[in-house]
């Protein structure tokens, strides 16, 4: 599959300078070579090939002499799957996330999807060893590890005791709240919060949206096409939500943070450094 640099590395900074430019004169963003997609992204093209193979990557368009053009939609791609490597998911796990995406998804939209790609991943369970959990997390698990992150939900035990079942969105947040000084009840009641209010986020975004844009849409436009349209809509939407609902929690934290410490500068939290 290749391998990446550091968080961020060559792919997604391709996919950045995409947005700031429209090109060059000797390479086009939108009329690349394989060779060129392959240098942009920072990948070899064995392994282009390879993500075609598997049908990550979409087939380019054919040019002057039958040469395959690729563009932005393609590096942008490349970049939403170093970040799904980047959080630890598998080849099988990322195939799966990828075929859930629309197929004319534009390369914004595929820049969103990796933006927010951290705190939305797939409900998919893959199963490993303890020896593979313990080098994707990079760190030794005692049992006293597995049996919190099994109480977390983060992992689940099989019948072969050396093998689990794993939660690839929650395993490395789970494995950060080993080090936490919180007892587990505290960890469990906290993630009951979030899991509670999410979903009464959730529920009533899709009562709104189905209220009132998709069934007036349904009323007045029965052509089966605009239909498709709207639900391919509906797709792109989503992932411009969950940025919503992270930046709307950011500041909700901040301003209850407020309240909580007004006299003293409050801790830092996961959404960044507290307001002076």
């Known amino acids: 599959m290749g391998t990446h640099g550091t968080r961020g590395g ?5 996919a950045r300078q995409m947005e700031r430019q429209n090109g060059t004169a000797d390479e086009p963003l939108d009329q690349l070579t394989v ?12 392994t282009l090939r390879f993500y075609s193979t598997r049908g990550l990557l979409p087939p380019p368009t054919i040019g002057p002499r039958r040469v395959g053009r690729y563009g932005p939609e393609h590096l942008s791609r490349l970049a939403l799957i170093e970040e799904l490597q980047h959080q630890g998911m598998t080849l099988a796990a990322i195939e799966r996330y990828l075929q859930r995406l629309p197929d004319d998804i534009s390369a914004h939209d595929l820049a969103i999807h990796r933006a927010v790609v951290a705190s939305w991943l797939p409900d998919t369970v893959d199963e490993t060893t303890r020896s593979q959990l313990e080098g994707r997390v990079g760190r030794e698990l005692t049992d006293d590890d597995l049996e919190r992150l099994a109480a977390m939900s983060v992992l689940a035990r099989t019948d072969d005791p050396d093998v689990f079942r794993v939660d690839p969105a929650l395993v490395q947040l789970g494995v950060r709240l080993l080090d936490v000084p919180m007892s587990q009840e505290a960890i469990l009641a906290a993630r009951s919060v979030m899991l509670e209010h999410a979903r009464s986020a959730a529920r009533e975004l899709s009562r709104l949206f189905k209220q009132e844009v998709w069934d007036p849409y349904r009323e007045l436009e029965p052509d089966p096409e605009r239909l498709e349209r709207m ?3 509906s797709a792109h939407m989503q992932p411009m939500v969950v940025q919503a609902l992270v930046t709307a929690f950011q500041r909700s934290m901040k301003e209850e943070l407020r309240e909580v410490f007004p006299l003293e500068s409050a801790p830092r939290t996961a959404a960044g450094p507290a307001p002076e």
């Not at 060559?10 to 391709?14: D, E, L, N, Q």
């Not at 060779?35 to 064995?46: E, I, K, M, S, W």
Request: charged share 25%.
């Open 10 to 14: 060559a792919a997604v900074r391709g």
């Open 35 to 46: 060779d060129q997609l392959a240098a942009r992204a920072g990948v070899t093209v064995r």
């Open 231 to 233: 639900k391919s809509l």
